[in-house]
């Protein structure tokens, strides 16, 4: 089958499923409905209330967001991997790098889109109630930082799915992911010093500080990321390769 219709059919299995569809919406949710509750409650109470980072702080709910965008990577993949569904796929797609790639490709391209999207409205409507604090679109670093969260969200979707694809099951992939980036950096994070600027999450975000955070810059700390994403789906790709299905 070429590429175009398995796009299609990837798409179409996407937004039959219930789940995979719920956790998209919820990485918007979350993201936004986070920062805006935060910002009209404590916004202006003080400064620096939401952070020393006033542009990081722009996009407070992107830790709730990031969980949706792993359940989003961890879902979409985990049902090729439930009662012999690869086999089917693999009967109308033989081409196994074909059919991962382009179930990657859908993953990627529809958290690319409701990223820019969260990523944008996240920033306008929570600096709506962040008075006279509050950030513009034409203040240095946001516009970068508005795509940056985006493009964030998009690579924890991308390193969610590819670790699904190795170890074939998203609640695996969950239970381990989400504490990996919410609470191993703070438990360890005394410990391995700098070390922990270069987990995913901590080097994603450099790209919405307004200022560098140790050795990373807002692109490199960016790259870094992709690059974890990278190698998670290319595990991934090998094992979808080499293991039966």
């Known amino acids: 089958m070429p590429t175009v219709p398995v796009l299609r059919s990837e798409w179409i299995k996407i937004r039959s499923a219930r789940a995979v569809l719920g956790s998209l919406v919820a990485v918007f949710a979350a993201t936004a409905g986070v920062t805006v509750l935060t910002a009209a409650a404590i916004g202006t109470s003080e400064p620096a209330a939401m952070g020393e980072d006033r542009l990081l702080a722009a996009f407070f709910g992107i830790n709730f967001g990031q969980i949706a965008a792993i359940a989003f990577g961890a879902t979409a993949f985990a049902g090729e991997f439930r009662a012999g569904a690869l086999r089917v796929s693999l009967t109308a797609v033989p081409n196994r790098t074909r059919l991962y790639l382009s179930k990657a490709a859908a993953v990627a391209g529809l958290a690319f889109v409701v990223g820019q999207v969260t990523g944008l409205v996240t920033f306008v409507a929570g600096q709506a109630f962040m008075g006279d604090g509050a950030l513009s679109l034409g203040d240095p670093g946001t516009v970068r930082a508005v795509f940056g969260s985006g493009a964030y969200l998009t690579l924890i979707a991308l390193l969610s799915a590819g670790l699904t694809a190795l170890v074939r099951s998203g609640t695996l992939v969950m239970s381990l992911l989400i504490p990996f980036l919410l609470i191993v950096p703070f438990v360890v994070g ?56």
């Open 190 to 245: 005394q410990v391995a010093g700098g070390a922990m600027r270069f987990m995913p999450d901590r080097a994603g975000q450099m790209v919405m500080r307004a200022q560098p955070d140790g050795a990373l810059g807002p692109w490199s700390g960016l790259a870094v990321a992709g690059l974890w994403a990278l190698a998670a789906l290319a595990a991934g790709w090998l094992a979808v390769r080499r293991r039966d299905a």
